[in-house]
């Protein structure tokens, strides 16, 4: 979904410039700046749907949906979950939240089943607290 959302942003942008040049002379320039922030207008929103994506490194988990990022360590996740007919995964959080993953889309089938399962598997490796010591 990145890279067509990211092509199809420059195509966009691409033809509203290419029209705005080569539209007749009785368009006025207030006309062919519309075009072009038409065009900008469009490119924002394939970045919002492009954007989101989950990354997991030895310390921390970072869930980029279209507007917001949350960092989260892995004691803070409990499990992750796709039920069937969902379109992404969830994140139940030691707090009681959930939290949507968009980046692993369930439409990519078994792609997105083996990301859920891969993530699974270090959410359960790394993701459990340590007891605290009990004194005595």
Do not use: K
Not at 2 to 17: D, E, H, P, Q
């Amino acid at each position: 979904m990145r890279i067509v959302g990211y092509a199809l942003a420059a195509l966009v942008l691409a033809t509203m410039v290419l029209l705005a040049i080569v539209l007749p002379p009785d368009w006025r320039l207030s006309d062919r700046f519309g075009l072009v922030f038409l065009g900008l207008v469009g490119v924002g929103v394939l970045h919002l749907l492009a954007r989101p994506c989950l990354r997991a490194t030895e310390d921390r988990v970072t869930v980029v949906n279209s507007i917001r990022t949350h960092v989260l360590e892995w004691p803070e996740i409990v499990d992750a979950r796709m039920p069937v007919g969902e379109p992404w995964p969830t994140i139940d959080l030691a707090d009681g939240s959930t939290l949507a993953v968009m980046g692993i889309q369930s439409n990519d089938g078994a792609m997105a089943r083996r990301a859920l399962a891969d993530f699974q598997h270090l959410l359960h490796s790394r993701g459990e607290a340590e007891e605290p010591e009990r004194p005595g």
